[in-house]
């Protein structure tokens, strides 16, 4: 009997004090747990802050690297490209003498670019030369000053009056260099030695080759005065001589 009692009071004891051990020990789990939870939030900041923190330091270098120039304005409060009038004329490669007569007629006139002038001018040789050969007379008047294209009419004619007629054609311009450039108020005038290769075949009135060869390139040398009246509203440059070069 006694210990039966005592194994009942053992027992008694035993499930008197059951719940507020499951209480200690539900405690302790949410404690481990809380601090788990933080040392995963912790991990996570850590892996966060090496991310951000390295993009924004990159981007701080970025914007705090070298700053292009900035653009100044005139009164008027329009931009203007910094260093625009010395990238309009080609110092290098120039005489003095052409470069002053370029500066010249950049200062009387202020839309003129060079290097627009000589893709112009290279234009300008290419439809010329078409236009002569094909006999076209308009466009050759668009183009040439009234000498120049008296003189391209005058050799048409006399083409024509031999029952000839012209079938060439521009390979390719090798070469356009400015050779003299000079401004005397109001006109501008601006001397290019072109080098080109020309297929030229000339045909008789029944179509017959009788000179040159389309299969043949000859080099073409020529030596072309554009000239242009600064207060004329037009931008436009007219060939007024032509010389072999």
Same mark, same amino acid.
């Given at each position: 009997m006694?210990?039966?009692f005592?194994l009942?009071? *053992?027992l008694?004891?035993?499930?008197c004090?059951?719940? @507020?051990?499951?209480?200690?020990?539900?405690?302790?789990?949410?404690t481990?747990e /809380?601090?788990?939870?933080?040392?995963?939030?912790?991990?996570?900041?850590l892996r966060? *802050?090496?991310?951000l923190?390295?993009r924004? +330091?990159h981007?701080?270098?970025?914007i705090q690297?070298? &700053?292009?120039?900035?653009? @100044? &304005?005139?009164s008027?409060? +329009?931009s203007?490209?910094?260093?625009a009038?010395?990238a309009?004329l @080609?110092?290098?490669?120039?005489?003095?003498?052409?470069?002053?007569?370029?500066?010249?007629?950049?200062?009387?006139?202020?839309?003129?670019?060079?290097? =627009?002038?000589? +893709?112009g001018?290279k234009?300008?040789y290419?439809?010329?030369?078409?236009?002569?050969?094909?006999?076209?007379k308009e466009?050759?008047?668009e183009?040439?000053?009234?000498?120049?294209?008296?003189?391209f009419v005058?050799a /048409?004619a006399?083409r024509?009056?031999?029952?000839? %007629?012209m079938?060439? &054609?521009?390979?390719?311009?090798?070469e356009a260099?400015i050779?003299? =450039?000079?401004?005397?108020? @109001?006109m501008?005038? /601006?001397?290019?030695?072109?080098?080109?290769? /020309?297929?030229?075949?000339t045909?008789?009135?029944?179509g017959q080759?009788v000179?040159g060869?389309?299969d043949?390139?000859v +080099?073409? &040398?020529?030596?072309? %005065?554009?000239?242009?009246n600064i207060t004329? %509203?037009?931008p436009d440059?007219?060939?007024d001589?032509?010389d072999e070069?």
């Open positions: 006694r210990c039966s005592v009942a009071t *053992y008694v004891i035993g499930n004090n059951a719940a @507020p051990l499951r209480q200690g020990l539900s405690h302790v789990d949410k481990v /809380i601090v788990i939870l933080a040392m995963i939030a912790a991990f996570l900041g966060l *802050y090496s991310v923190g390295r924004a +330091e981007e701080e270098e970025v690297g070298p &700053r292009p120039a900035e653009t @100044p &304005r005139t008027g409060g +329009e203007v490209e910094r260093g009038q010395p309009r @080609p110092v290098a490669g120039v005489t003095p003498a052409i470069e002053r007569g370029l500066r010249e007629i950049a200062a009387a006139d202020p839309r003129f670019n060079i290097a =627009a002038f000589l +893709e001018a234009g300008a290419r439809m010329i030369l078409e236009a002569f050969w094909k006999g076209d466009t050759l008047a183009l040439c000053d009234r000498d120049v294209y008296e003189g005058g /048409i006399s024509e009056a031999a029952g000839e %007629t079938d060439n &054609r521009l390979v390719r311009i090798e260099v050779v003299s =450039a000079a401004f005397e108020a @109001p501008a005038r /601006i001397a290019i030695r072109f080098s080109a290769d /020309i297929a030229a075949v045909r008789n009135a029944s080759v000179a060869s389309l043949d390139a +080099e073409a &040398r020529d030596l072309w %005065t554009f000239s242009r004329s %509203t037009s440059w007219l060939l001589e032509t070069a």
